[in-house]
């Protein structure tokens, strides 16, 4: 079984560059969820994504997009770029999109200056 | 206030001492637990997950909620050196699809 796959590991961006992030999906999940987690806190929750739908969002401003595909992967795009927006960006995935346990990726880093 | 409240710790215990890891809660309307375990530079990976109160053992792990109070806790028995990383709470409610409220994260260290 292959778990959640995040790419690239880390990225180097400048402010007011544009980022997307990709992400598969644990084998048999359909749902998809993306986090970002500062240095030294939890986890907070961008959006989640059900059958190529934004099916909930957390409070993050529009330049913050997604998609999701009908194999289920995903991307996360960020526009206008700012410094408060380095982090650690995390995926799950889960076997629905109600109360299923999520299934994390190791995340991709990303670094703005 | 945060609606969910971790210690961050960092807690350093030595190796086979019981670890108590505790989270307080504001939304009553949360009903699912869980903790996760997260290793430096990796993604958060689920050790725990319990729906409303009451205890759940796996292994060495125990989780504990009690709604009343609003207080979840997990306990590592005979605890080793590769428990050593940040713990995270989380919880849901019914109708927040994917959506997890997560704590700070208590960072643990198991010295041998």
């Known amino acids: 079984e292959t778990g959640v796959t995040q790419s690239p590991t880390h990225l180097i961006k400048t402010r007011g560059q544009q980022v997307t992030l990709r992400c598969s999906s644990q084998?048999?999940?359909?749902?998809v969820s993306w986090y970002q987690q500062a240095l030294g806190q939890g986890p907070q929750f961008i959006f989640q994504?059900?059958?190529?739908?934004?099916?909930g969002r957390g409070n993050f401003p529009p330049r913050f997009s997604g998609l999701q595909f009908p194999n289920y992967s995903s991307e996360l795009n960020v526009n206008a770029l700012e410094l408060d927006d380095s982090a650690l960006y995390l995926c799950?995935?889960?076997?629905?999109?109600?109360?299923?346990?999520?299934?994390f990726g190791n995340g991709t880093r990303l670094t703005v200056t | 206030q945060k609606e969910v409240e971790q210690d961050p710790g960092p807690l350093s215990v030595p190796e086979g001492a019981i670890v108590s890891l505790n989270c307080t809660y504001s939304?009553?309307?949360?009903?699912?637990f869980m903790w996760y375990r997260q290793y430096s530079r990796k993604g958060p990976e689920l050790l725990m997950y319990?729906?409303?109160?009451g205890n759940k053992e796996d292994g060495r792990f125990t989780a504990q909620v009690d709604k009343s109070s609003k207080y979840i806790s997990l306990f590592i028995r005979d605890s080793q050196p590769s428990d050593s990383a940040t713990y995270l709470c989380?919880?849901?409610?019914?109708?927040?699809?994917?959506?997890?409220?997560f704590g700070q994260g208590t960072i643990l260290t198991v010295h041998p």
């Open positions: 989380a919880m849901s409610d019914s109708t927040s699809y994917g959506k997890l409220t």
């Open positions: 994504y059900y059958r190529e739908e934004e099916n």
């Open positions: 319990t729906y409303s109160s």
């Open positions: 799950a995935s889960s076997l629905d999109r109600y109360n299923s346990p999520l299934h």
């Open positions: 084998s048999g999940h359909n749902t």
């Open positions: 939304n009553s309307a949360f009903q699912y």
